[in-house]
């Protein structure tokens, strides 16, 4: 253990960790560790996922759906066979997390008896052209893994291994699921012109 | 160009200007990393009552088990002594 009270300069720089951090007693050498290398990707990958995971769906929840990808991170930190991998797993989580909410959500839909919780969508409130808003509508009314698919390819400009590696998904399955998407979504556009 | 490639421009248009719009919450670090330190407090402190539990339960049986024996009978083994060479 390390003595009470210690300051140390948190991570590589960056707003998001400004300022000395004090470290609790408990937290030993290794822990520290782990914090500082989780710090240092949090400042590089944290307003990249968060913008990932509104555009897969996740809403006013983004923010806490990264988060707990980055708890997840820093939980199983000293399982990780390589820190590369460790922007993929993140990817990977905050997939996850996003369509287990998106579930929920629907879940919650088909029981109309239940209070349904505001789930104002970011991309609503960033302002869109018409075109631009009417892509958004088209892809919300896609399945989940195809916009998923879809976001992962043309936004992130991942290759079909890293989707699926993302996604916990076959390459075939990203190739059916990303052509699939592209077509609904030609058709639909088209159809709306 | 195609209608697939098309839609595949607007596609990439559509994600920027929403992507570009998302500002992430200035005070997220602090939140995440009180978060963090939080539940691994939890997390251990949950480790080690589970393992004062089992500790606590092994010792339980263990007495019991030895309160069970006869007070004159052998308490660990049943049969007689090994003799043992001088």
New interface residues.
Partial sequence: MMSAGREVSAGPGGAATAGPMKIPNWLGLRDVERETAVTALFDQHYPGLVRMAVLLGAGVDAEDVVAEAFYELYRRWPRLRDPLAAPSYLRSVVCNLTRMRLRHLQVVRRHPDQPTVDIGSAEQEVVLREDQSEVIAALQTLPNRQRQALVLRYWLDLKEAEVAASMGISCGAVKAHTSRGMAALTRILTERR | MT??S???E?????????????R???D??E???S???R???R??LAGVLLAALLVAGADGVGLWALNQSAPSGPVVFDGPAPAVAP
């Fill in positions: 209608p697939e098309e839609t595949a607007r596609l990439r248009d559509c994600f920027g200007a929403v992507a570009d719009g998302v992430p919450s200035p997220a670090y939140r995440a990393l978060q963090w330190r539940r691994e407090r997390r251990r």
